[in-house]
């Protein structure tokens, strides 16, 4: 697809949203806050585009969010400790945004449901929270040319 301009701040105007799909465009600017107002939403699928920023620090708000695939963008900042309220979280992909930086938050232990968590190609550092062992379903970590250092737990 060749959708351009950004994502609108209107989205978060529609409550019952349960699935945002614009991956694969060339979609720039930031991913609103307004988004993280969507109770509903299960998919949040903004990968492969040119988003700028950092993750909403209230993205944890998204209480029945099972995918979050946000990789191959230009995201940068930390990725929020807000993260841990996504209890049904299924998929984390973050990778291929080279500017996203810090830790990977313990709270991304919390994400009990998480099976895929893809942090590739960033410059994520640190070491692998001790947490990541609380993910009893996780069948795939991508964390290759990542700035992770240390044992994995």
């Known amino acids: 697809a060749n959708m351009t301009g950004t994502i609108p701040r209107e989205f978060g105007d529609y ?6 799909d614009i991956s694969d465009n060339d979609i ?23 988003l700028e920023g950092s993750i909403p620090l209230d993205i944890g708000n998204l209480s029945n969010l099972v995918s979050l695939t946000i990789y191959d963008n230009q995201l940068s900042g930390d ?9 049904k979280l299924e998929v984390f992909r973050a ?3 080279q500017d996203l930086k810090g830790e ?13 968590l ?9 070491s692998l929270p001790s947490t990541i062992g ?3 379903r996780l069948q795939t970590i991508a964390i290759y040319t990542s700035l992770l250092s240390g044992p994995i737990p």
């Open 15 to 20: 409550p019952s949203l349960k699935v945002i």
């Open 28 to 50: 720039s600017g930031k991913i609103p806050d307004e988004i993280c107002r969507l109770q509903s939403l299960q998919t949040l699928a903004l990968h492969t585009n040119r």
């Open 79 to 87: 990725i929020p400790k807000s993260i841990g309220g996504l209890k």
């Open 95 to 97: 990778g291929g945004n």
């Open 104 to 116: 990977l938050p313990a709270e991304i232990g919390n994400c009990s449901n998480l099976v895929t």
């Open 118 to 126: 893809g942090v590739a190609e960033t410059s994520i550092s640190g």
């Open 134 to 136: 609380n993910l009893k």
